[in-house]
């Protein structure tokens, strides 16, 4: 079965700052990742989605990942953070066969700063 | 419906009460999930629906829970005498399913959150 870990409980950076949230995720092949972002009391938005193909991901507000098969990771960046941005962060991991339900991380609260 | 719909938004409840918590899934969607967020934490898989086949159950966190879906459209988590550690938002999410990379294409509502007093 897959697993995800997001190390990083919580996260504050600087509004114009540079942004990466870390994903290490377990699975035997090669996985579906995805990043998950939600805003105060909002429902979960998908950022980005990784399948197959290259491996640096680009997503929507600006954001991308990169995935690594080396070290299981997709990790997620981006050049210059919004006030905007400050949300509840989630990595995601699927089978690559799609008939088993999404696993989440636990998430990445990322607060700003001006 | 152009999104997946939950209701109640909000829910209080007393211990020992049976609640029901509703998700109208996008129109076209085979595939519907339950997922269950308590405070501070990511989430936890209860239940999915893909079509006419049985549903995977293995998430559901004991006998108190349940769920239903009428063919391809509503479904109904129940959640039978509520315990404070019930207390959490519960999230839907649907998606087109069939093949393997459409069956993560997961819309989610808004969710329900419970609060068991």
């Known amino acids: 079965a897959q697993s995800v870990t997001q190390p990083d409980i919580h996260i504050t950076v600087s509004e114009g700052a540079s942004l990466e949230l870390r994903c290490n995720y377990s699975y035997g092949a090669t996985p579906y990742l995805f990043w998950y972002v939600q805003s105060p009391g909002q429902g979960l938005q998908l950022l980005l989605k990784y399948f197959s193909g290259d491996t640096l991901v680009q997503g929507i507000k600006g954001f991308e990942a990169e995935f690594k098969r080396s070290q299981s990771s997709f990790n997620l960046r981006k050049p210059s953070v919004h006030w905007s941005d400050a949300a509840e962060y989630f990595c995601a991991v699927g089978a690559n066969s799609g008939n088993t339900p999404l696993v989440f991380g636990k998430g990445t609260r990322l607060s700003v700063i001006a | 419906g152009a999104g997946v719909s939950q209701s109640p938004s909000n829910k209080v409840t007393e211990k020992g009460k049976d609640v029901e918590l509703r998700c109208d899934p996008i129109s076209g969607h085979t595939a519907l999930y339950w997922y269950r967020q308590r405070l501070g934490q990511g989430l936890e898989f209860l239940i999915y629906f893909q079509g006419n086949s049985a549903p995977d159950k293995s998430g559901l966190p004991s006998d108190r829970f349940s769920a239903e879906r009428t063919g391809e459209s509503v479904s109904t988590l129940t959640i039978q005498r509520t315990q404070q550690e019930d207390s959490a938002v519960y999230l839907c999410?649907?998606?087109?399913?069939?093949?393997?990379?459409?069956?993560?294409?997961?819309?989610f509502g808004s969710g329900t959150r419970l609060t068991v007093v």
């Open positions: 999410a649907s998606s087109l399913g069939g093949a393997r990379r459409a069956n993560y294409g997961y819309t």
